[in-house]
């Protein structure tokens, strides 16, 4: 004899697996229908109220993970990328990006691991003039913004790395970016460092820190961002 309870399982579990799998075809769906990674804020709107999306999407990544296409996590979001060793199949000569110079390289990597970071703290740890060209460069790529402005005398503006530079770079979150060895093993760093050189911690948060304030409608128009607002009555 069949017990009834075993059949109501049953059926429970196939309505929750029928459930999972659904809610996995919608957030595929979602992040491959988007040009920028998806937040899992935006996909759990979108499920219902009851999903982990985290836990969703850790299986998509797993699903995909051999695949030529793999969903890849960027700073808590979700986007498919080309699987990094198939990259050059696909790459054309006329679509490269335009290589950055040795001074927007050098800015980048010292925004990177200093942020937030002024550009005098920047021309500081150069030890040479940073021209407005060499961030307007990096402004444009979409890798770097401004943050907030400095609580000192003149309230100079902090600058940070974007959700976009992850992305480009290959990166989930900022501890990724290499560190002293790997920089080494890699041959980006001579052999005769100074003994005491060493590679900074980047700052994981990426909320305003204590010394810094948020950037308002009239700092933008300071920094010529967005034209001034109109005084006049309509």
């Known amino acids: ?45 979108r499920l219902p109220r009851n999903a982990n ?9 797993e699903q995909y993970a051999p695949r030529g296409v793999n969903l890849v996590q960027v700073e808590g979001a979700w986007a498919f990328r080309t699987a990094a060793d198939l990259s050059f199949v696909i790459r054309r000569d006329d679509n490269e990006v335009k290589k950055l110079s040795r001074a927007a390289l050098e800015v980048l990597a010292i925004i990177a691991y200093h942020q937030p970071v002024t550009r005098a703290e920047i021309e500081d740890i150069r030890g040479v003039q940073t021209s407005r060209g060499t961030l307007d460069v990096l402004m444009e790529a979409g890798w770097v913004r401004f943050r907030g402005r400095r609580r000192t005398p003149g309230r100079p503006v902090t600058l940070g790395t974007t959700r976009d530079f992850l992305d480009h770079f290959g990166l989930e979150e900022l501890r990724d970016l290499p560190g002293l060895e790997e920089l080494k093993g890699a041959g980006l760093l001579s052999g005769r460092i100074p003994a005491n050189f060493n590679i900074p911690s980047p700052s994981m948060n990426d909320e305003l820190t204590e010394d810094e304030d948020p950037i308002t409608q009239m700092d933008l128009e300071e920094l010529g961002l967005l034209a001034p607002r109109s005084t006049s009555e309509d």
């Open 1 to 45: 004899m069949i017990d009834p309870r075993s059949e109501e399982n049953f059926e429970e579990d196939g309505r929750d697996m029928q459930a999972e799998i659904e809610a996995e075809r919608v957030a595929e769906a979602l992040v491959f229908a988007s040009s920028q990674p998806v937040s899992e804020g935006f996909i759990a709107e």
């Open 53 to 61: 999306v985290h836990a969703i999407m850790l299986r998509l990544k």
